[in-house]
């Protein structure tokens, strides 16, 4: 590093993966990211600061040039992983990699995954439990309410406020890419690859839904209920009754797109087990 004025800008180089651009703002969509640092922040709030949370950074990189003594010739430049909490240097030109996809737990956090999803995600979460998924949801949580039953449980909390995923008290989240829930569902699916059980879970509570005879809830039914169907489960929690009404063949195609998009979460991560993928750890 060369000597220079300590008044003299500290300018350095951030490179965002393509799958973080779109967070963003306009001018840096490109991805090429060059910012005067004030000498004291860290890599990870300098990220922050731009519109990324670190929910979605998998790791930093930096290329280091090898040395030049005897043996070094023709040797590529090594990459090394850089902390969070790294302060970055003048002249620094730095990696921002995307979480690997299927992103794992971090070691501690007992699986399969758990999710808690924000007052605004309730159609995904009805589909996340129809699939089978643990969703605890409610239309009425604040902030603050979320982040403490996310840790408490030790649930992803699942967001489109990246103002939330910013709290540092926040232990595990990660933010809803999509607009409409089916595209979310997609999402949340591929990357954190959960285990399905599709029509297992009550859509409205989350609670276990079990079989029980028509005979014990014929009482329940409306008479072309009665007519039509015979198989009935119940919600253990809510008694919420579900059969196989006029909507199963549009419940039934999102079941079938939720586990395409497991299968293909889980064969990209085996790919890169390995060794045909690049894909960067926590």
């Excluded at 008479?223 to 909507?247: E, M, S, V």
Aim: hydrophobic content about 35%; glycine content about 10%; proline content about 9%.
């Amino acid at each position: 590093m060369t000597d220079r004025p300590p008044d003299a800008p500290r300018r350095i180089r951030l490179r965002f993966a393509a799958e973080l651009r779109f967070l963003l703002p306009a001018p840096y969509r490109g991805g090429d990211v060059r910012r005067v640092h004030d000498g004291r922040s860290s890599l990870g709030h300098v990220v922050e600061a731009l519109g990324v949370p670190l929910t979605e950074v998998g790791e930093f990189t930096e290329a280091v040039e090898p040395g030049h003594g005897p043996g070094s010739g023709g040797v590529r430049s090594q990459v090394r992983t850089v902390p969070r909490a790294y302060v970055p240097r003048a002249g620094d030109a730095l990696d921002v990699h995307a979480v690997r996809r299927p992103q794992p737990l971090p070691p501690g956090t007992p699986g399969p995954p758990r999710f808690l999803l924000d007052v605004h995600l309730g159609a995904l979460a009805r589909r996340l439990r129809l699939v089978g998924v643990d969703t605890a949801y409610r239309n009425d949580s604040d902030d603050d309410t979320l982040l403490e039953r996310a840790n408490a449980e030790q649930r992803v909390l699942l967001t489109r406020d990246r103002g939330l995923l910013r709290r540092h008290a926040l232990r595990l989240g990660a933010y809803v890419r999509g607009d409409g829930p089916d595209d979310q569902l997609r999402d949340v699916l591929t990357r954190f690859a959960p285990p399905l059980h599709p029509w297992s879970r009550c859509p409205s509570c989350n609670g276990s839904l079990v079989p029980v005879p028509k005979a014990e809830v014929a009482h329940r039914l409306e008479a072309g209920t009665r007519r039509t169907y015979d198989a009935f489960t119940r919600c253990r929690d809510c008694d919420r009754l579900y059969w196989p009404g006029a909507h199963h063949a549009r419940l039934a195609a999102t079941v079938a797109a939720a586990r395409t998009a497991v299968g293909s979460a889980e064969h990209l991560g085996g790919s890169r087990d390995s060794g045909g993928g690049s894909g960067h750890a926590e």
